[in-house]
């Protein structure tokens, strides 16, 4: 209905010749070169931490499974003092595995944000310069159906990985 309204705004209802593009913005942040390179990055840190954690996972199961072995043998203190190291290096690795989260995510965010921003501006350009009326954007989920024939991310990919990021981008880099 509101999609109807606006399309009916933009003079589709009154016969005028419109253009209507669409371009999926994730597919294009994950296929253009400067979002391999960003992702490539953030599957390098957390390939790195995983290590990291599997390690200190693995230490964990170690000591639960020595607990369990041995519990019966120790005294109440003993077992008392083992459980508390246990739970304490479970709740560490728990702590651990959230903040790794936590950081892909705002790393990722980091890497991306100014990709899509600059993918934003390719698609404002591109639309007045090659007669479009209307861009829609396909991963948002407010897109139900399309001509694949209206898909255009292939070409904004191409002209984003031909013209690199934007200068803006470049300054902020070297600030």
Do not use: W
């Not at 979002?35 to 390690?55: N, P, T």
């Not at 009326?133 to 948002?140: K, Q």
């Amino acid at each position: 209905m509101a999609l109807g309204a606006v399309l009916a705004t933009a003079g589709i209802g009154r016969g005028a010749e419109q253009r209507i593009g669409v371009v999926d913005m994730q597919r294009a942040l994950n296929e253009c070169n400067a979002g391999r390179k960003a992702k490539d990055q953030v599957k390098g840190k957390f390939e790195k931490a995983q290590e990291d954690l599997k390690r200190q996972r693995e230490d964990l199961d170690r000591r639960r499974d020595d607990y369990d072995k041995k519990a019966l043998a120790l005294s109440e203190d003993q077992r008392r003092d083992l459980e508390k190291d246990i739970e304490g290096r479970a709740t560490e690795f728990k702590r651990k595995y959230e903040d790794l989260q936590r950081d892909l995510k705002r790393t990722d965010g980091e890497l991306t944000s100014g990709i899509v921003e600059d993918l934003y501006g390719v698609v404002q350009q591109y639309g007045p310069e090659h007669g479009y009326s209307m861009i829609l954007e396909a991963s948002s989920g407010a897109l139900l159906y399309s001509e694949k024939s209206n898909d255009i991310t292939d070409e904004i990919i191409k002209i984003y990985d031909s013209s690199g990021p934007s200068k803006s981008r470049k300054g902020k880099k070297n600030d």
